[in-house]
């Protein structure tokens, strides 16, 4: 028996990207059910939201905070959005944190997306969006190549799904370019002032936000209702220069 409640799914929705997509989704989804490892911040009180302390590499918790969504909503729309990001250099990068990276980054929209899955399909309805990065499609020179692997693996991720779970499901990524959240502003990443020569040669001349972000995976999820398996760039235009 359906729910009649509609709700999504929000991975890493404490910061950044995935708080900026808990706010769009605010009037379009009755429950949004936020999976993070931090716990809930005062600016998340509202009825419509609910908090999951779960890691997404762990598949037990995981499937138990599915479970918890599914007896109150039907789950409508994934956004895999929890990533890290930790710069390192090949000769530095040890095989440990090569596997904590590709085990958060990609294993972890494995895990969202395998639990949440089987409800969609059996409802014939529902939409995933997996967020990487541009460093997936070109590499990262400051990123370390433990993260543009784990971005380049979610597009096979979001292509093989698409076709597994077509029709009833609709599989998308997304890939920011540089995006002004903690992980960017608060990493090893980028010094202020490499981080401005970049945004001075992109075609829009600056860094996006979170919000510009949200608006795109809004649209996979809510609008695009023809589209499946693509990858789409928010990116200002990087991948031009
Ligand atoms: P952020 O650090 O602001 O937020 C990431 C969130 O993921 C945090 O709330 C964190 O607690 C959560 N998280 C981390 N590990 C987790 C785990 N194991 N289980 C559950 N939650 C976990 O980062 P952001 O910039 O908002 O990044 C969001 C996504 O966008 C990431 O996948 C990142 O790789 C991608 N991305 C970001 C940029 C950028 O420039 N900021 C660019 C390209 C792609």
């Given at each position: 028996?359906?729910?009649?409640?509609?709700?999504?799914?929000?991975?890493?929705?404490?910061?950044?990207?995935?708080?900026?997509?808990?706010?769009?989704?605010?009037?379009?989804?009755?429950?949004?059910?936020?999976?993070?490892?931090?716990?809930?911040?005062?600016?998340?009180?509202?009825?419509?939201?609910?908090?999951?302390?779960?890691?997404?590499?762990?598949?037990?918790?995981?499937?138990?905070?599915?479970?918890?969504?599914?007896?109150?909503?039907?789950?409508?729309?994934?956004v895999?959005n929890?990533?890290?990001?930790?710069?390192?250099?090949?000769?530095?990068?040890?095989?440990?944190?090569?596997?904590?990276?590709?085990?958060?980054?990609?294993?972890?929209?494995?895990?969202?997306?395998?639990?949440?899955?089987?409800?969609m399909?059996?409802?014939?309805?529902?939409?995933?969006?997996n967020?990487?990065?541009?460093?997936?499609?070109r590499?990262?020179?400051t990123?370390?190549?433990?993260?543009?692997?784990?971005?380049?693996?979610?597009?096979?991720?979001?292509?093989?799904?698409a076709?597994?779970?077509?029709?009833?499901?609709?599989?998308?990524?997304?890939?920011?370019?540089?995006?002004?959240?903690?992980?960017l502003?608060?990493s090893?990443?980028?010094?202020?002032?490499?981080?401005?020569?970049?945004?001075?040669?992109?075609?829009?001349?600056?860094?996006?936000?979170?919000?510009?972000?949200?608006?795109?995976?809004?649209?996979?999820?809510l609008d695009?209702?023809?589209?499946?398996?693509?990858?789409?760039?928010?990116?200002?235009?990087?991948?031009?220069?």
């Amino acid at each position: 028996m359906a729910n009649q409640q509609q709700a999504a799914v929000v991975t890493g929705a404490a910061s950044g990207i995935g708080r900026a997509v808990v706010d769009a989704f605010r009037d379009e989804y009755d429950y949004i059910a936020c999976f993070d490892i931090e716990e809930s911040g005062d600016e998340f009180e509202d009825d419509s939201i609910h908090w999951f302390t779960v890691d997404v590499r762990d598949p037990d918790a995981v499937a138990e905070a599915v479970a918890a969504v599914e007896a109150d909503a039907d789950i409508a729309a994934l956004v895999n959005n929890a990533g890290i990001s930790h710069a390192v250099s090949l000769d530095e990068l040890e095989p440990e944190e090569w596997d904590r990276v590709l085990d958060v980054n990609l294993k972890g929209q494995y895990v969202v997306a395998r639990a949440v899955a089987p409800a969609m399909v059996e409802r014939g309805h529902g939409a995933i969006v997996n967020v990487s990065s541009v460093a997936g499609l070109r590499g990262s020179a400051t990123g370390g190549v433990h993260y543009s692997s784990s971005k380049a693996g979610s597009f096979g991720l979001t292509k093989g799904l698409a076709k597994q779970l077509g029709p009833a499901v609709r599989v998308n990524c997304v890939a920011p370019g540089l995006i002004e959240t903690p992980l960017l502003t608060e990493s090893n990443l980028w010094t202020d002032d490499a981080l401005a020569d970049y945004a001075d040669e992109l075609p829009l001349e600056r860094i996006g936000s979170p919000e510009e972000v949200a608006e795109v995976v809004s649209f996979l999820c809510l609008d695009a209702t023809y589209v499946t398996g693509t990858v789409l760039t928010v990116d200002g235009g990087s991948m031009l220069r």
